[in-house]
């Protein structure tokens, strides 16, 4: 292959292509395209974790109640999260056939524009159910975005970066957890104008989102998506100009690249059910299936858990906030150790302290001792949430990366719509120590079927791992 000081010449092949854009060393110009995925996963990040931060404003404002009519009543908190979920599941499952069709960055900034719209129409509703509707709509276009980041963040950035830069993007997604926190602190229990508290809150999240769309223009095309589709010189003008300012940055001349195998064509359904991704596959499914149950039955429902442990709704909103500070360490810690710990065991090894830590959690009643688990719970939860992120995004080719993604992420949403009325359920009956035992076992599962199942990915190119 022709090399002129570190830049690869026109006309070369898709494995060449894709083994340059892998041998990019980290500069400017590679992190401020990881910053720009980061600031979006922000945007979609606040607008997920909204939900435990609104509650208690919801359910004043009698609007909701905190538990629900029978099992699936639809006057209750369960059921504003539920509607969520639902949209998250439909956007999801949508993502991979638009995605593969119109390409990762037109599908990515209209989804923005779309959650933000439902976001700002939701938040002059005034029954039960027409919040539902616009939160269900904006659950669309947020599940997309989840799809989109993951795939854009594992087929743009150079393999040897791959686990850092998903501790990134979550470190600044995570940083609207206490953000968020602080602002329901703030204005929830107050009505600044004459407008509830909890529509502030909503309101800000939609006008910074729209900021975020305009930055978003910015992201080039993901070149191995223009390689599926046969566009080889669109995918080959990116590349040269990232290898251009990458190689203007680093001072001198870029690592010779490592071809792998490389045969583009259509991607289809089908192929997820076929060997080696078969067993994947149903491992991502029961993955997102039970990992669900202790993530947003913790995130989702703080503020409500801490009251069910005898917490004024004030004190709950102010230890939230300090609860939700510790959210981006996580993230934090996983970029200085992400691409040296294997992914797999960085997922066994963090459900195992929450599982413990959890279980301490829902039975004390001490104020400092439950701040003190609801931070561990949240730093172990934002490990474990960067590392199968990045994990789920690397176990597909490229041709059915976003279907395959989308597909076994899809069951993560369902899993939510019937969690959060078990766990209104659970925590009616059997309060917080209940709903941590439920929580408890469902990650005892996702350990065992992540350790037996689960290939190594950590260091390794997407050509390699999808082979």
């Known amino acids: 292959m022709a090399i002129s000081d570190g830049v690869g010449v026109a006309g070369s092949g ?17 992190w401020s395209i990881i910053i720009l995925l980061s600031i979006a996963y922000f945007f979609e990040l606040y607008e997920q974790l909204l939900t435990g931060f609104i509650a208690p404003g919801l359910t004043a404002s009698g609007l909701f109640e905190t538990t629900t009519r029978g099992l699936f009543g639809t006057s209750g908190i369960a059921a504003f999260i539920a509607a969520l979920f639902a949209g998250l599941t439909v956007g999801t499952l949508i993502t991979g056939w638009t995605a593969d069709r119109f390409g990762r960055r037109a599908v990515f900034t209209w989804a923005l524009l779309l959650y933000t719209v439902m976001t700002v129409f939701m938040a002059f509703q005034e029954t039960a159910a027409t919040i539902n509707l616009f939160r269900f709509l904006a659950g669309i276009g947020l599940g997309m975005e989840s799809v989109i980041i993951d795939t854009y963040i594992a087929e743009l950035v150079p393999r040897s970066l791959r686990g850092r830069a998903f501790a990134c993007s979550q470190a600044f997604g995570f940083c609207a957890v206490p953000l968020g926190a602080f602002l329901a602190w703030l204005l929830v229990p107050q009505a600044p ?111 409500t858990l801490l009251i069910a442990q005898g917490i004024t709704v004030t004190k709950s909103l ?38 413990t830590v959890g279980l301490v959690f ?20 934002n490990i474990m949430s960067y590392s199968y992120h990045a994990y789920q995004a690397e176990l597909f080719p ?5 279907k395959a993604v989308g597909f076994v992420y899809s069951f993560s949403r369902m899993s939510q719509i019937a969690n959060a009325f ?8 059997y309060g917080a120590s209940g709903v941590f035992m439920l929580i408890a076992l469902a990650y005892l599962i996702v350990m065992s079927v992540v350790t037996v199942f689960g290939p190594r990915t950590s260091g390794r190119a997407l050509e390699e791992i999808s082979q």
Not at 327 to 337: E, H, K, S
Not at 363 to 372: D, H, S, V, Y
Request: hydrophobic content about 50%; overall charge positive; proline content about 7%.
């Open 398 to 402: 490229t041709r059915i990366r976003a």
């Open 422 to 429: 078990i766990i209104a359920f659970v925590l009616g009956r």
């Open 14 to 30: 898709a494995a060449e292509l894709v083994a340059r854009l892998d041998r990019l060393p980290p500069t400017r110009t590679i």
């Open 318 to 355: 102010a230890f939230t906030v300090l609860i939700a500070i510790t959210a981006p360490l996580g993230p934090v810690i996983g970029f200085v150790i992400g691409d040296r710990i294997e992914r797999k065991w960085m997922i066994v090894g963090s459900m195992a302290v929450l599982s």
């Open 362 to 381: 829902g039975a004390t009643r001490m104020p400092a001792l439950l701040i003190a688990c609801g931070m561990l719970l949240t730093t172990f939860q």
């Open 193 to 303: 104008l004459g407008f509830d508290g909890w529509r502030w809150v909503v309101l800000i999240g939609a006008a910074m989102a729209l900021g975020g769309w305009y930055i978003r223009l910015r992201l080039p095309e993901s070149p191995r998506w223009l390689l599926e589709r046969g566009r080889t010189a669109e995918a080959e003008a990116i590349i040269v100009d990232l290898e251009t300012r990458v190689a203007a940055e680093h001072g001198r001349p870029l690592p010779e690249p490592e071809c792998c195998e490389l045969a583009p064509r259509q991607g289809r359904y089908s192929e997820i059910w076929q060997p080696p991704y078969r067993r994947r596959t149903l491992m991502m499914i029961v993955f997102n299936i039970f990992q669900t149950i202790g993530y947003y039955g913790f995130l989702n429902w703080v503020p």
